[in-house]
């Protein structure tokens, strides 16, 4: 199935996920702070339209082990190409960031590094840990890849005490062969199986993007299986075409379906739900610990 054909025009952006940049000089503080300790975040790699909102309010979510990922998912706006070596410096240099942010809640997640043994589950680790001793009062969320269901890079990370496991599905699973064509719908939902299996009260966390062509029914079918996996938290958001090489947007959900989304995952016990256009997995994480 071919996700964008060259007759096809480019959907009307609508009214509701039009955003109005702030005028707030913490903007600039928050982008200055991450340049000067060389970090990077989703925030910017991923285009994130909720960057300004964030860096306003000096929040950011840390990418780490490089800005270039072993993989190329059709959504993503971050970039394959030639392997940055991990640097041992990073955890200490995100530690020093969430103390100069004053965080009260740290959202550190990562390219994914197929190339490593353990798909970076150690720096993951390090990370954690070098939050933990400058900030012993944070909280800190993980945003991790699969590690190609490597089960002992998922212990490794967990035994690392984050207050919250992420790993997102990100799209319903009849179209990971063209969204996430080196991933897999059941291992990246055995992440979340096996995260509550290793470390029960450590709450799991996942999300889906909306728009590439999924239907309501298959969406019902994803907060089936959240529900089944006892998902904590759960995110769904409106995909946002990055750039003209990137899937186009099918449909615009209007906020009352999201609305119905966030009802019907309730319905299913699910205990967290927050679904809006807007919504992203790390967006307003704070509300959820």
Known sequence: MSLQKSSEKPLRIPKWLRIKLPNNENFSCTSSLIS????????????????WECFSKNVATFLIMGSICTRNCAFCNIVSGDLEPLDPTEPNRVAEAAKRLELKHVVITSVTRDDLPDGGAAHFAATIKAVQKVMPNCTIEVLIPDFQGDQ??????????????????????????????QANYRQSLDVLVNAKRMAPNIPTKSGIMVGLGETDE????????????????VTIGQYMQPSRQHPMVKRYVEPTI??????????????????????????NAADFV
């Open 36 to 51: 000067d300790l060389h970090l990077n975040t989703v925030c910017q790699s991923a285009k994130c339209p909720n960057k």
């Open 152 to 181: 002992d890079a998922l212990k490794t990370v967990l035994d690392a005490r984050p207050n919250v496991l992420n790993h997102n599905l990100e799209t319903v699973a009849v179209l990971y062969d063209d969204i996430r064509p």
């Open 258 to 283: 999201f609305d119905m989304y966030a009802e019907e995952g309730k319905k299913r016990c699910i205990k967290h739900m927050f679904s809006a256009p807007l919504v992203r997995s790390s967006y």
């Open 218 to 233: 298959q969406i019902m079918t994803v907060l089936d299986d959240f529900a089944a996996v006892d998902c904590d938290i």
